[in-house]
């Protein structure tokens, strides 16, 4: 069996300020840098088969300050695109359309569900043909997308899913069936 096993990125000035980020590649906080070197506890004795990365420097960083890095970029693994709405906040977005989510509503500019959904089916797949653990660094809404992906359930199911910077989350099997074992532990 396989297992996916996904490290959201540490915190970066936007996603302390809640921005939507997901193309500007801003660097990690110095507390983001601090709390990914404190993940090395936690996967440094772990064998990974794979370890792959968005290719966003924030997510990189966090990979290398993890202990991995030698991580492979995947652009499939990169945040979902906000389009217009890269670096303003939901309150802000909620002024011109009130009941805006990126589950549910459009994001001119940018990328819809099912454009996510098509990539990180290839990121789960790609996991899936691997044999052993799989490492992933990501981002907030894409790895709850993956992770809606892993269980075979529509992308907007990913609003389910809180995901804290520099939070470690295992995603598995229980028998055949694809299930969430851990889900942002810090």
């Given at each position: 069996m396989n297992e996916l096993w996904a490290v959201r990125h540490g915190k970066t000035e936007w996603s302390v300020a809640g921005k939507h980020t997901s193309t500007t590649d801003l660097p990690l906080l110095p507390d983001g840098e601090s709390v990914a070197r404190g993940l090395q506890g936690?996967?440094?004795?772990?064998?990974?088969?794979q370890v792959l990365?968005?290719?966003r420097l924030r997510a990189r960083r966090t990979a290398e300050l993890a202990g991995f890095p030698d991580a492979e970029t995947d652009d499939d693994l990169s945040e979902w695109d906000y389009g217009d709405y890269e670096g303003i906040t939901t309150d802000e977005i909620r002024?011109?359309?009130?009941?805006?989510?990126?589950?549910?509503?459009?994001?001119?500019?940018?990328?819809?569900?099912?454009?996510?959904?098509?990539?990180?089916?290839?990121?789960?797949?790609?996991?899936?043909?691997?044999?052993?653990?799989?490492?992933?660094?990501?981002?907030?809404h894409s790895l709850r997308a993956l992770a809606a992906c892993w269980l075979g359930v529509p992308v907007a199911s990913g609003r389910h899913f809180q995901l804290d910077t520099a939070t470690l989350s295992v995603l598995a099997y229980e028998r055949e069936s694809p299930v969430l074992r851990s889900w942002n532990a810090p």
């Amino acid at each position: 069996m396989n297992e996916l096993w996904a490290v959201r990125h540490g915190k970066t000035e936007w996603s302390v300020a809640g921005k939507h980020t997901s193309t500007t590649d801003l660097p990690l906080l110095p507390d983001g840098e601090s709390v990914a070197r404190g993940l090395q506890g936690r996967l440094g004795d772990v064998d990974f088969a794979q370890v792959l990365t968005s290719p966003r420097l924030r997510a990189r960083r966090t990979a290398e300050l993890a202990g991995f890095p030698d991580a492979e970029t995947d652009d499939d693994l990169s945040e979902w695109d906000y389009g217009d709405y890269e670096g303003i906040t939901t309150d802000e977005i909620r002024v011109r359309d009130p009941r805006w989510t990126i589950w549910t509503h459009p994001t001119p500019g940018g990328e819809t569900a099912a454009q996510v959904q098509a990539r990180l089916q290839r990121v789960v797949a790609r996991v899936r043909a691997t044999e052993g653990r799989t490492l992933v660094f990501g981002h907030g809404h894409s790895l709850r997308a993956l992770a809606a992906c892993w269980l075979g359930v529509p992308v907007a199911s990913g609003r389910h899913f809180q995901l804290d910077t520099a939070t470690l989350s295992v995603l598995a099997y229980e028998r055949e069936s694809p299930v969430l074992r851990s889900w942002n532990a810090p």
